[in-house]
């Protein structure tokens, strides 16, 4: 088997092999934790490398297998995690200096279910100070860059763990998503990013926006991120918001997303939006996510364009969003506002001066949009939109402006994200094409509140008439 056969596998076909005893756990950590190291330097997609752990417990695995022990789900599969997750006995530093030296004494509920699952963590992937931001760079360590394109952002905040996925180093990331964390360095990067129904997957320490905040696997095919979701999903009394445990009818997210690819979408009604009444798009995003609206089409599903009319819910997302951050970062700008991001520093002062009053008016907001949504679901079971709108940003952080320059307290390339924040519902980014000059486009499916279900069928009915897989960064 060749080097790139290894790493770009998919999770699902890695653990069944390393079940049957056809590749060896130690070999395959090893293997990854070498290309980690030859290519990652430039990348800058892991902060933290744990490689004599994940070559400890890779031997484990492997002795697990040979004394013919159970294995769960992703027995031997490499992984990694978001550096704003918690992980027991390695360092944890939330891409700030206030936190550089932090070495948690727990694993957070994500991380204590991967290692129950089998999975090894090849370490800890870069984020910006606190995941503030669709960027991903910070003061403690280099920039993430795009596999695609080693002069433009990865995008954020999970930008290390989807440059990761990208690049071969790991066939799955564990991200979160606040207002869109998850889906745009997926978008960027040409991965696919789930962020689950609110409360699927516990979310443990909280985030400083707790109501707003999903935890959310990275891979490259859909079938592996509905592995990862039944791994990951289900109740944590460390998080009073999580959901119970999921009822599938088909018995796994895993098996939903194979029907979905097997069977198509027939009869599943698909709206699709461009704008969301209130959005503007790159022109070339525009025709790619367009043509990849029609694929849906063609895998059976019943498409139509809606001609939405939606408020735009940025002040109400702010207000919540920025609003806890500024309230947990407050206290800690006398001694350490020199070593923070600026922009961080910047949106705290600005926080500062919201009142009860306005956290309370954006929680009416907040509804108001849900009932604006909520009656776009009424007429269809899936909504899709571009993830995002526009390629992948320049990595010297010149963004672009699109629309009226006057818009609000957004960046107007990433409209689609965080409104389904606000509302909570199941939102994936998978590809749907790449531009010109290289660079990828994703396309974003949203469900009914708590309908995981249908949007993983979504995403791999949308799959296997439109595949991406193959299509690979770096060799």
């Not at 997609?45 to 002795?63: I, K």
């Not at 996925?165 to 979160?176: D, E, M, Q, Y």
């Not at 949504?373 to 571009?386: G, S, W, Y």
Request: glycine share 12%; proline share 8%.
């Amino acid at each position: 088997m060749s080097d790139a056969m290894l790493f770009y596998m998919p999770a699902t076909e890695l653990a069944e092999r390393i079940r049957r005893r056809e590749l060896s756990p130690v070999a395959v950590v090893r293997a990854f934790l070498e290309r980690i190291a030859a290519i990652d330097g430039e990348l800058g997609a892991y902060c933290t490398v744990t490689a004599e752990q994940a070559l400890d417990e890779a031997r484990a695995a492997e002795a697990a297998l040979v004394a013919g022990e159970s294995t769960g789900p992703l027995h031997g599969v490499p992984v990694s995690i978001k550096d704003l997750v918690y992980t027991r006995g390695v360092r944890t530093t939330r891409g700030s200096a206030i936190y550089a030296d932090l070495v948690p004494d727990e694993d957070a509920p994500v991380v204590e279910r991967l290692r129950a699952a089998g999975a090894i963590s090849l370490g800890k992937t870069n984020t910006p100070e606190f995941g503030w931001k669709g960027l991903t760079d910070n003061r403690l360590f280099p920039p993430t860059r795009n596999p695609w394109d080693g002069t433009r952002t990865a995008g954020g905040s999970s930008g290390g763990a989807a440059a990761a996925v990208a690049a071969g180093l790991g066939p799955i990331g564990i991200g979160s998503d606040g207002g869109g964390s998850v889906r745009i360095p997926g978008s960027f990067c040409g991965v696919v990013g789930l962020k689950p129904s609110f409360g699927r997957i516990p979310y443990y320490p909280a985030s400083a926006a707790e109501t707003m905040s999903h935890m959310g696997p990275l891979t490259r095919t859909v079938a592996d991120t509905a592995l990862a979701l039944d791994v990951l999903a289900g109740p944590d009394a460390r998080d009073r918001l999580t959901l119970p445990a999921p009822h599938v009818p088909e018995g796994s997210y895993l098996a939903v997303a194979e029907a979905g690819a097997r069977e198509g979408l027939a009869g599943l009604r698909v709206g699709w939006s461009l704008t969301l009444g209130y959005a503007v798009v790159d022109d070339e995003v525009a025709a790619l996510t367009s043509a990849g609206v029609e694929r849906l089409a063609a895998a059976g599903g019943r498409v139509s364009t809606l001609d939405l009319d939606w408020t735009d819910p940025e002040e109400p997302w702010w207000a919540l969003f920025f609003g806890g951050i500024g309230a947990a970062l407050a206290d800690y700008l006398p001694e350490w506002r020199e070593q923070m991001d600026p922009g961080l520093v910047e949106i705290v002062e600005r926080a500062k001066g919201l009142t009860a009053f306005d956290y309370t008016r954006a929680g009416f907001q907040r509804v108001e949009f849900w009932h604006q949504v909520r009656r776009c679901f009424e007429d269809v079971d899936i909504l899709a939109t571009p993830t995002l709108a526009v390629p992948a940003l320049p990595l010297t952080g010149e963004l672009p402006t699109l629309g009226p320059s006057e818009r609000g307290h957004l960046p107007s390339w990433s409209p689609f994200s965080y409104p389904f924040n606000l509302t909570g519902q199941p939102a994936i980014t998978v590809p749907c094409g790449w531009t010109a000059g290289g660079l990828p486009v994703g396309l974003q499916l949203v469900g009914r509140r708590y309908d995981d279900a249908t949007v993983l069928r979504a995403a791999a009915a949308f799959e296997a008439v439109a595949p991406w897989a193959d299509r690979r960064p770096i060799a």
